[in-house]
């Protein structure tokens, strides 16, 4: 472990990036910083380098994306159907199942060193959910967790219409995390009708801007979001353009 702890995390807004390219992107930003962390490992701590850490914002192109537990056939569409419906198809490495990203859609990935803050998986997870659920209350709407999923939802504890407005799925190798959050703020919900959502099929989906009645400001809600994800980590937070 580096005795050198750093609480700095470079944010960076992608725009609307092929996921593919997006992937490829948090791939060499994960490797670099595990390598670095086995290199720390014969290191005395004078010489330790510093671990940094990387936050992402996104906006995809409409894929769908299956983690490393899921069943294909959650996916409803076949090859033909994918190129009618202009998207396109990843098996990844994160945990989960099933998802969709497409416009509308903010797309957070977390590239931390873990040793830089605590190591607890439960506890990350925990804490991108509750940057959502506090973003969520800024505008008015009750939200949080159901026993046993992971992910945002509302109408969560009486559960009459209980409905996921935000994903999570991660991977975590040596305390380094990649892949993150789908928080639906403008998002096309005809999508997820050919997907049975994170192998969920009796819940609903929903986006913000159904909720509230109105479009979203995307970029409102970013900043919103990142200043929760700020306060509950605990970041010193560089936007780097």
């Not at 010489?47 to 959650?74: M, R």
């Not at 990844?92 to 998802?99: E, P, V």
Request: proline share 4%; glycine share 8%; hydrophobic share 35%.
């Amino acid at each position: 472990m580096n005795e050198n702890i750093n609480k700095t995390v470079e944010f960076r807004d992608l725009g609307r990036m092929d996921y593919q390219e997006a992937w490829d992107y948090q791939e060499k930003i994960f490797a670099e910083i595990v390598a670095q962390k086995i290199k720390n490992r014969n290191l005395p701590p004078e010489e330790q380098v510093i671990t940094p850490n990387y936050l992402l914002f996104v906006e995809h192109p409409h894929v769908y994306t299956l983690g490393k537990s899921g069943k294909p056939e959650n996916l409803l569409l076949d090859d033909s159907g994918l190129v009618q419906h202009h998207a396109s198809y990843y098996k990844i490495n994160r945990g989960g199942d099933i998802t969709y990203h497409g416009p509308g859609q903010l797309v957070g990935y977390p590239i931390l060193d873990l040793d830089n803050f605590f190591t607890d998986i439960h506890k990350y997870l925990r804490l991108l959910e509750e940057a959502i659920i506090l973003t969520l209350a800024d505008y008015g709407i009750s939200a949080g967790r159901i026993e046993g999923l992971t992910g945002v939802w509302l109408d969560h504890v009486e559960q009459k219409n209980p409905r996921k407005i935000c994903a999570m799925g991660v991977k975590s190798s040596r305390w380094v995390t990649m892949h993150g959050f789908a928080f639906n703020l403008n998002a096309d919900l005809s999508y997820f009708g050919h997907i049975i959502p994170c192998g969920i099929d009796d819940k609903a989906v929903t986006s913000l801007h159904l909720e509230l009645g109105k479009s979203v400001d995307e970029t409102e809600a970013k900043n919103k979001v990142k200043k929760h994800l700020v306060d509950l980590f605990k970041m010193n937070l560089i936007e780097v353009k």
